[in-house]
């Protein structure tokens, strides 16, 4: 079993900045690919970020590409997001997910931007961007 905790989240103005970390169980971390996702109110989830176990392929959401960046500390068994330049439409809460397919080979976007790809999800984080 793999247990997730997000932190990080809170309010910030419009432009600003904030990273969300999430800390994972178990010593199979840096086995596992990781990804962020979000669901604002009324909406569907969607893919914000994700990256592989290696940590040598990364993946974003066309609406964050350019002001997210996912990271990974394996010795920390944690996974990051930083959010930069921040939109009131990034308001939302924010979830980490696990992939447990240890050592996945595949290196694909789609695969990764996929919900049903990831196995364990966190409680989640609000993150509320004011303009």
């Known amino acids: 079993q793999v247990q997730l905790g997000e932190s990080g989240g809170g309010l910030v103005q419009a432009g600003g900045s904030l990273r969300l970390s999430c800390a994972t169980s178990?010593?199979?971390?840096?086995?596992?690919?990781m990804g962020w996702f979000r669901q604002a109110p009324g909406k569907e989830r969607e893919f914000v970020a994700a990256i592989r176990w290696s940590g040598g392929s990364t993946y974003y959401a066309d609406s964050v590409k350019g002001r997210f960046t996912i990271s990974r500390d394996n010795a920390k068994n944690t996974v990051y997001l930083q959010m930069n330049s921040l939109k009131p439409e990034d308001t939302a809460f924010y979830y980490c997910?696990?992939?447990?397919?240890?050592?996945?080979?595949?290196?694909?976007?789609?695969?990764?931007?996929?919900?049903?790809?990831?196995?364990?999800w966190g409680q989640g984080t609000q993150v509320t961007v004011s303009s």
């Open positions: 997910a696990a992939d447990s397919r240890q050592f996945n080979t595949r290196n694909s976007g789609s695969y990764y931007s996929t919900e049903s790809t990831y196995d364990y």
């Open positions: 178990g010593r199979t971390f840096r086995s596992y690919s």
